[in-house]
């Protein structure tokens, strides 16, 4: 047996591994820089840099300079999920909703997608709410549970504070996912978002806004959570919001 030959295949797995831990953090953290990926992944900045060219070559997310950055020279390239990208994440089930959807839509109108969508909002909150803390807690503990409970849904949540520029505080909580289940259903059927969105204000107990959707072409969709902020929230992350 050649052992260069053994050990040269069994290192496919962990770089095809590796690959979609960055492209997945991409997704969820986006825009992200190569060298806040290093520190999340604890790679070598040449392991992940490579990675991250290669995604870039392949077309699965672009780059965008960063907005406000201070220091003088070239802004650094911060990552987001391209359309392509986006697209690489989808399983054959998505085809099969959609044309469920367009069906329901056909035969029964679309009073009917608009029933479903509620419905299955409805089976999220529910999912949602066993992990959520009392509606006593402050909305930044209940918007970082929701996160977490949607993460386990299959979306890729996070959660970053927002100032008001000029403002000493902070004054709400944005929420993100940069990977929805049922993003490309929901881009000829708005009605999955709305539910959505009405679902999270009755999660967190305060009226939320959704300001972008991935199913608009945004690069993630975000939903403004009004209130005091996360708690441990810095001044770098107040002038990156």
């Known amino acids: ?15 095809s ?5 960055v492209l997945r ?8 820089t190569t060298s806040t990926l290093v520190e999340r992944l604890g790679l070598t900045e040449t392991a992940v840099r490579r990675h991250v060219e290669n995604l870039h070559a392949e077309g699965l997310i672009e780059g965008r300079d960063q907005v406000g950055q201070r220091g003088r020279g070239r802004p650094a390239r911060a990552w987001v999920l391209s359309a392509q990208g986006h697209a690489h994440l989808r399983s054959d089930y998505d085809h099969l909703a959609e044309g469920a959807i367009r069906f329901l839509a ?10 479903f969508a509620d419905e299955r909002a409805r089976g999220l909150a529910q999912r949602c709410q066993e992990q959520m803390p009392d509606a006593n807690a402050p909305v930044a503990e209940r918007t970082a549970a ?5 993460q386990r849904e299959g979306y890729a949540a996070s959660a970053r504070p927002v100032a008001v520029p000029g403002a000493a505080a902070l004054t709400g909580i944005q929420l993100c996912q940069g990977h929805c289940p049922v993003q490309h259903v929901a881009a000829e059927f708005p009605e999955f978002c709305d539910a959505e969105t009405e679902a999270f204000s009755e999660l967190l107990g305060v009226h939320v806004q ?7 072409g945004d690069h993630v ?3 403004f959570v009004p209130g005091a902020a996360a708690p441990g929230a810095t001044t770098e992350e107040r002038s990156q919001s």
């Open 1 to 15: 047996m050649d052992i260069r030959a053994t050990a040269s295949t069994g290192n496919r797995p962990v770089e």
């Open 17 to 21: 591994s590796t690959r979609e831990r």
């Open 25 to 32: 953090d991409i997704s969820t953290l986006g825009p992200i």
């Open 106 to 115: 056909t035969h029964a109108g679309r009073g009917a997608v608009r029933s």
């Open 146 to 150: 929701l996160v977490t409970a949607l």
């Open 210 to 216: 959704r300001l972008a959707t991935l199913a608009q």
């Open 221 to 223: 969709c975000t939903t």
